[in-house]
């Protein structure tokens, strides 16, 4: 489906104000950064997880173990056996067991990509919590699953699309919702 752009509603200052103040969001509500591991989910996810880990190593003055997730095998809307998905490599630079991890990724909308980390997650160990960081909440929600930190609210329509450019992907930082042309 083609997409045109309708409205920017985050530009490059809003989305760095954003990600600072989850940072600040989880060290205060896990009191620091001892036993956190955050791990991106394979897109724009990994790039949110980087910048997250750089505000809280700033602010804790220590290391942060930052994973990078592929969940494609753990989709529930895999393609058919014809068209092979492209499966990307999981990075996790320690053992998930007992550590506080938060799962990062850029726009939460019906919750099946979120269930698809959690199985992976599941898979790799036994955290003693696991939390949820997006930059975007859209809603529209299929399964029971909520962030614990949200960049922005956005309530759009489900013909919509919410792209988020990364300048690490695209050059700029943005949110843009877009519509079915």
Do not use: W
């Amino acid at each position: 489906m083609k997409y045109k752009d309708k409205r920017t509603v985050m530009n490059k200052e809003e989305m760095r104000r954003a990600v600072m103040r989850i940072a600040h969001e989880i060290l205060e509500k896990n009191k620091d950064a001892k036993d956190l591991v955050i791990i991106g989910i394979k897109g724009g996810g990994v790039f949110l997880a980087r910048r997250l880990v750089s505000q809280i190593e700033k602010i804790e003055q220590m290391d942060v173990p930052i994973g990078e997730m592929d969940i494609t095998l753990y989709r529930d809307d895999t393609p058919s056996p014809l068209n092979k998905p492209i499966i990307h490599k999981t990075e996790i630079p320690c053992s998930i067991n007992d550590k506080r991890v938060v799962l990062v990724d850029d726009v939460l909308y019906t919750g099946r990509t979120i269930r698809a980390a959690l199985d992976s997650l599941m898979d790799m160990g036994r955290p003693s919590a696991v939390q949820l960081a997006v930059l975007i909440d859209r809603g529209h929600r299929e399964l029971p699953i909520q962030a614990d930190y949200v960049g922005k609210n956005i309530p759009t329509a489900r013909s919509e699309d919410v792209k988020v450019k990364l300048e690490e992907e695209e050059g700029e930082d943005s949110v843009i919702i877009q519509e079915a042309v």
